[in-house]
């Protein structure tokens, strides 16, 4: 009996080559549609598979091969006499070969169609052909991915047939698009919902091995959202070396602080998945330049993220210290070639905001998941004797935003749209804010992501001229804090929302 090979394709790249060297082996080609016309235009002998069918396509296409004849053919044990007797008495061939890929559901979801144009883009037929070779896979070879056409056609040549191994692997992989192409529709269709599903199905593509991961020693990968365009997923890099491990989340932090600050000229420096500088300045060149004011020894070795277009003269500015990667939504052409100077500065367009709805966080057999933090304050509720000025109403709202974005417990003083000081990651609020403050010169707010359980954090504002405070407020021991702020003459603001960031 010959051996029969079914080729259904929406990206047809590659199956002339295959599709010949399978008709060289004296294997049959049946075939769907648009595959069925392209093959035999280009001189391949092909089966329309209603022939194999005794059965038109139809519904636009929506049903073509969901028949026995065909998933007969692909599902029967050869070894099995009840199953090849069967085949026998229904006059079915079996296959052999299954070469299907699928719509492009990944691709289209992210492209502005509409809800109704985007569901005709989840196939049908097509996974349940390549799912019904995968169960069978010692004895059918599927492949979906064209990278295997020149493996499969290799290992052929060298020793006749397939090994179960092979047979194996690319089963393994029809699964593993599978569970990510299901995922991927799943959370399209959930979009609208608010609550979080009995099953986390998440769809991530492979977008790039990495050197290592946090350390040399540890190994790791970078995956990208399948389903929307989000910050990380849509940058360009322009110039330097690949991003790391540790590139990546920093660049995720730094980019998320500018556009924080969407209606303001925005610059973070950042190091260790921490600002060390943030700042608004009047255009790109004065925010950077405040930014490093904030600490020219830490932002030494960093990241820069700005919200707004690179220009010549920042760039120049920026080159004479080292940097690991300068972040912006676009750069002229003179800033590019100023910075290009240094050939390993990562130069990374960023084309999207921040859009992530949920955060994960991985814990040993286990995932946690929340939405982001994407909200400010539920209230700005003056509580001391003494009101901000609007000025200070203003540098009290910088320095929140920052703050958010610094590890707990997190302090930040600020003065001129400027975050000198910035105190993170310390087990008490105490430490966090005299770091702050010692680093912090000529500050004249305060931020803190969580409330004070005592009132020393206020008395030591008080020894660095602080005019002003804001915290989420909610401690048991708010009015002994309330009581020092009046005292020492300080104002200070709740905003009834909290901001940890462990």
């Known amino acids: 009996m010959k051996k029969r090979a079914l080729i259904s394709l929406y990206d047809k790249e590659g199956i002339l080559e295959f599709a010949k060297f399978l008709e060289e082996r004296n294997v049959e080609i049946v075939s769907t549609g648009g595959t069925f016309k392209y093959l035999k235009e280009n001189g391949i002998s092909v089966i329309d598979v209603s022939s194999v069918t005794n059965f038109p396509e139809m519904l636009d296409g929506r049903v073509k091969t969901l028949h026995p004849n065909i998933h007969g053919g692909i599902l029967a044990l050869r070894d099995n006499e009840n199953h090849m007797a069967t085949l026998k008495e229904h006059n079915i061939n079996i296959i052999d070969y299954v070469i299907v890929n699928l719509y492009p559901f990944f691709k289209k979801v992210k492209e502005d169609l509409t809800f109704d144009e985007k569901v005709e883009f989840i196939d049908i037929g097509g996974p349940t052909m390549i799912r019904s070779a995968a169960k ?39 699964f593993n698009l599978m569970g990510a192409y299901d995922s991927c529709i799943a959370n399209f269709l959930m979009e609208d ?24 020693h540890q190994k790791a990968v970078y995956y990208v959202d399948t389903v929307k365009n989000s910050a990380m997923n849509r940058l360009e890099i322009l110039s330097g070396k690949e991003l790391s491990y540790n590139n990546i989340k920093d660049l995720d932090i730094a980019w998320k602080v500018v556009c924080e600050f969407h209606d303001e000229v925005a610059c973070c420096a950042l190091k260790h998945n921490t600002p060390c500088g943030v700042a608004i300045g009047n255009d ?63 130069i990374i ?52 935003k920052v703050c958010k974005y610094v590890k707990s417990n997190a302090i930040v003083v600020s003065r001129n749209k400027m975050a000198v000081g910035i105190g993170g990651g310390q087990v008490n609020r105490i430490w966090a804010a005299k770091e702050a403050l010692e680093r912090g010169e000529n500050a004249v707010v305060l931020a803190s992501d969580a409330y004070f359980p005592f009132s020393d954090v206020v008395e030591e504002c008080s020894k660095y001229n602080i005019k002003s405070i804001i915290q989420p407020g909610g401690s048991i021991h708010d009015e002994d804090s309330i009581k020092a702020c009046n005292k020492l003459g300080i104002s200070m603001v709740f905003t009834s929302m909290r901001h940890f960031k462990h």
Do not use: H, W
């Not at 070639?337 to 990562?346: A, D, G, H, Q, S």
């Open 284 to 346: 790109v060149y004065d925010s950077y330049m405040k930014a490093y004011e904030c600490d020219k020894m830490s932002i030494f070795g960093g990241i820069v993220a700005l919200n707004r277009t690179v220009d010549e003269k920042t760039a120049r500015e920026m080159n004479k210290i080292f940097l690991e990667i300068v972040a912006a939504p676009d750069f002229t052409d003179e800033a590019l070639k100023v910075l290009k100077e240094k050939k390993n500065l990562r």
């Open 193 to 216: 919902s608010e609550e979080y599903p009995e099953y986390l199905t998440l769809s991530y593509k492979k977008s790039k091995d990495l050197r290592y991961g946090e350390n040399p």
């Open 349 to 400: 367009k960023c084309l999207e905001t921040p859009k992530g709805e949920n955060g994960l966080v991985s814990v040993d057999g286990g995932i946690l998941m929340q939405n982001e933090d994407r909200e400010f304050v539920k209230e700005l509720k003056v509580v001391t004797e003494k009101s901000p000025t609007e000025e200070e109403f203003d540098e009290l709202r910088f320095a929140m």
């Open 136 to 174: 069978n896979f010692k004895q059918v070879t599927v492949i979906t991915d064209k990278n295997d056409y020149k493996v499969v056609m290799k290992e052929i040549e060298e020793q006749e047939n397939l090994s179960l191994k092979t047979r194996k692997y690319l089963a393994s992989k029809v």
